[in-house]
Structure formats: C-alpha cells, structure tokens
C-alpha cells in the first residue's frame, strides 16, 4: 500500500477519450483531488472515431460472451445516466447466403447467456422498414444496439467533473513523469511551449492507444496490439436502424444512421504508430464493395467523408488465429514492476468505459486504503 496520507489523495489522469473522461467522474464522485490531462481536446482521439454505437454486445457473443454480457449492463446503465447523449434507436443482424448458416443458433445461444433480448423478425415486415438493404437476406433478428453521441457525452462529463472540483488541461502533453523511491510523485506538461510541474499521490494512464507511451516516459511497459480500423460517411439516411452481418466479427459489417447521414465500416488493420489515421485509397474502394453486398444501390449515395481510429486492444497471451482479438478491459498495476502508485487502463470499448473506470478506480482505493463505493452507475449526469 502507498503512504497514508491526511486527506484524499490527488489523483492524475493522463487521456480525455471516454477512459479517461469516466476515470476523472468516478474519483470525483468518490472525492478524490482529480485532474484530467488531455494532450487535444476531450474525445479527439480513438473516441470521436467510430460508429458511436453503444453497444448492446451482440456483435460480441459468439466470440467474447462475457463482455457482450458487460456491453449490455452499460447500455442500460448509461442510457438511464445520461439519456440526452443516447438515441436508442434498436439494431439489427441479418444473414444472407453468404454468411454461415451455423453462426445463426450460436448467435441466439449466446445472446442468451449473456441475457441479450433477440427476436427473429420476418424479412418482409424489415425490407417494408430497411428499403436500401439486400431483398435476398434470409433472416433478421432484432437487438438492442443504440447510439451514442460523442460530443454530447463529453460535454457532460467535462461538466459534471468541473462540477464535482476536478480540474481538466486540455491541450497538454506529459512530457515526463517524475518518480521517487518507487512512487510516481508529479508529472511535467508542455502546454503553448510552457512547461509545468503538478504534483500527485497517483497516476491513472488512460491515454488509449497512446498508453504505451505514457508508460515508457516512467520505464513501464504496456503491450498492446494496436488495430486501426477506417469507415466512410455516405449521404442520406440508408437505414432507420445499426445493421450488422449476423457472422464473426470482420471488416465491412455495419452501417448506422447518423442524422442525415449512415456510416459504413470498419476495417481492422495492425499498426504499430498509434497517429497513423489516414484512409488509404484501396480501403476506400473495400469498404464501398464491402457496402454494396448489404446495400446493392451503396453507390446511388455520396461518399463524402472517410475516418479512421486506432483501437488500443489488450493482446492475449495465447492467440485464437480464428478469432477477433478480444475486446474487453484490462488494468495494470505496474506494482510488479517497481512502482506503487501508477495504474494503466486499457482495452475495452466507449460502451464499457464508465466499468473500465469503475474497476481502475476500486484498485487505485484498495492501493491507498480507501473503501468509497463506487456510484457513477446510480448518478445521473448533470445537465
């Protein structure tokens, strides 16, 4: 355990992505001295570039049931927190004939386990409703995917840990992390060519696919297998509802409305710079033939806009070559590695990331003796 200490420890977490965001709630909530240090703006990294699904884990339960299982706790518990960021708007898995007819009852199975209400729906009443999609799919089934919108959720975080006495220092980068007698003591931020020291009594990295490198700045390794995945915005609203292929998690599998726009993606590539975002032009020409097998008349849409993120996924030890890489959290106490007071958070995904919090914050209580419940799944943002 680190030194006791006479009031509540000051707490620094590096990354604004949703992570980090959910990290500075949960101390704050707890009464914990915050600050947030964000080397952008909130959410500009990994956060901003996605569907903005939230998630109701289905994609998730043939492959990893037990984090499809946590995907739709979170889904329910953040649509009730902060509804205002969340349009619940339902999602579908559909099969056409080239998609493995066996994955069908692994898929209802495992939804189950996970407690994910399915229902199958008669092709003809979703083609009445999904005008654009295949008329040759062979089945549906009806989930509870809904959407999340991004700058909405982090304005009402940014606001409920100012509210709650955290501090947030957007555009500004850790420099250096300072440790003594196996104690991370302050960090050194660069922020408009100015350098400031801030002290603390601990350290949360939540910095994403950049948590790497955080860690390297204080000799700690963090492995990760960095995935970047890409998607394209298309004109006009294709579907009502988030389409998926009803088959393995892969590239080219869903496409969600957004307003007056639909987002078709993704792809999933291994990087191993966590800046590289940029959509290359054969991608492009992927995901539009990818769309095209859901969508025959894809091409009838504009594609304006393409984005791209880095996914900071949590290698495992044995890899299933057949199998996604798994998708839930992980939080690394670098205690093993000579250094009490410093916790990594990784993995995961924006559905779980209030648990990711939860988790990262209940070791870092144990660490200074501290028994505060957590309650950021019974407190309602501010709005």
């Given at each position: 355990?680190?030194?006791?200490?006479?009031?509540?420890?000051?707490?620094?977490v590096?990354g604004?992505g949703a992570?980090?965001c959910?990290?500075a709630?949960d101390?704050v909530?707890?009464?914990?001295?915050t600050?947030?240090v964000?080397?952008?703006n909130l959410g500009?990294?990994?956060?901003s570039r996605?569907h903005g699904?939230?998630?109701?884990g289905?994609?998730?339960?043939?492959?990893?049931?037990s984090f499809?299982?946590?995907?739709?706790?979170?889904r329910?518990?953040i649509?009730k927190?902060f509804?205002?960021?969340?349009?619940?708007?339902?999602?579908?898995?559909v099969r056409l004939?080239?998609d493995?007819?066996?994955?069908?009852?692994?898929?209802?199975?495992?939804?189950?386990?996970?407690?994910?209400?399915t229902r199958?729906?008669?092709?003809?009443?979703v083609l009445?409703?999904?005008?654009e999609?295949n008329?040759n799919?062979?089945?549906a089934?009806?989930?509870?995917?809904?959407?999340?919108?991004p700058?909405?959720?982090?304005?009402?975080l940014?606001?409920e840990?100012?509210?709650?006495?955290?501090?947030?220092?957007?555009?500004h980068?850790?420099?250096?992390?300072?440790?003594?007698?196996?104690v991370?003591?302050?960090?050194v931020v660069?922020?408009?060519?100015?350098?400031?020291?801030?002290?603390?009594?601990g350290?949360?990295?939540?910095?994403?696919?950049?948590?790497?490198?955080v860690?390297?700045l204080?000799?700690q390794?963090v492995?990760?297998?960095?995935t970047?995945g890409c998607g394209?915005?298309?004109?006009g609203?294709l579907?009502k509802?988030a389409?998926?292929?009803c088959?393995?998690?892969?590239?080219?599998?869903i496409?969600?409305?957004?307003?007056e726009?639909?987002l078709?993606?993704?792809?999933?590539?291994?990087?191993?710079?966590?800046?590289?975002?940029?959509?290359r032009?054969?991608?492009?020409?992927?995901?539009?033939?990818?769309?095209q097998?859901l969508?025959?008349?894809?091409?009838?849409?504009?594609?304006f806009?393409t984005?791209?993120?880095?996914?900071?996924?949590v290698?495992?030890?044995?890899i299933?070559?057949?199998?996604?890489?798994?998708r839930?959290?992980?939080?690394?106490?670098?205690k093993?590695?000579?250094?009490?007071?410093?916790?990594?958070?990784?993995?995961?995904a924006l559905?779980?990331?209030?648990?990711?919090a939860?988790?990262?914050v209940?070791?870092?209580?144990?660490?200074?003796?501290?028994n505060?419940s957590?309650?950021?799944?019974?407190t309602?943002?501010?709005?």
């Amino acid at each position: 355990m680190v030194k006791t200490i006479n009031s509540m420890p000051r707490i620094i977490v590096i990354g604004g992505g949703a992570t980090g965001c959910g990290v500075a709630r949960d101390l704050v909530l707890r009464g914990y001295k915050t600050i947030l240090v964000e080397s952008g703006n909130l959410g500009s990294g990994t956060s901003s570039r996605s569907h903005g699904m939230l998630q109701s884990g289905a994609r998730y339960a043939v492959t990893e049931t037990s984090f499809a299982a946590e995907c739709y706790r979170e889904r329910n518990i953040i649509s009730k927190i902060f509804p205002k960021a969340v349009n619940l708007i339902g999602g579908l898995f559909v099969r056409l004939s080239n998609d493995p007819e066996d994955y069908v009852e692994k898929f209802l199975q495992c939804c189950e386990v996970a407690e994910i209400p399915t229902r199958e729906i008669q092709v003809g009443e979703v083609l009445k409703i999904e005008r654009e999609l295949n008329k040759n799919i062979l089945r549906a089934f009806h989930v509870p995917d809904a959407l999340i919108y991004p700058k909405k959720l982090f304005d009402l975080l940014a606001k409920e840990i100012r509210a709650y006495g955290g501090k947030i220092l957007t555009n500004h980068q850790v420099v250096s992390i300072k440790e003594t007698n196996g104690v991370a003591d302050s960090i050194v931020v660069s922020h408009n060519g100015v350098k400031t020291n801030i002290e603390c009594d601990g350290i949360i990295n939540a910095a994403g696919p950049w948590a790497s490198k955080v860690a390297k700045l204080i000799n700690q390794n963090v492995e990760l297998e960095l995935t970047r995945g890409c998607g394209i915005f298309f004109t006009g609203q294709l579907v009502k509802k988030a389409i998926n292929r009803c088959r393995i998690p892969n590239s080219n599998d869903i496409m969600c409305p957004s307003g007056e726009e639909s987002l078709w993606g993704t792809t999933s590539e291994v990087v191993y710079n966590p800046d590289t975002s940029v959509t290359r032009p054969d991608e492009i020409k992927k995901l539009i033939q990818g769309a095209q097998e859901l969508f025959p008349n894809i091409r009838n849409y504009k594609s304006f806009r393409t984005w791209s993120g880095v996914r900071p996924l949590v290698k495992p030890k044995n890899i299933n070559k057949n199998l996604p890489i798994p998708r839930s959290h992980l939080v690394i106490d670098h205690k093993k590695s000579g250094l009490d007071n410093f916790l990594t958070v990784c993995g995961g995904a924006l559905t779980t990331h209030r648990l990711m919090a939860e988790d990262a914050v209940n070791k870092l209580g144990n660490k200074f003796g501290i028994n505060i419940s957590c309650s950021s799944h019974i407190t309602s943002l501010l709005n």
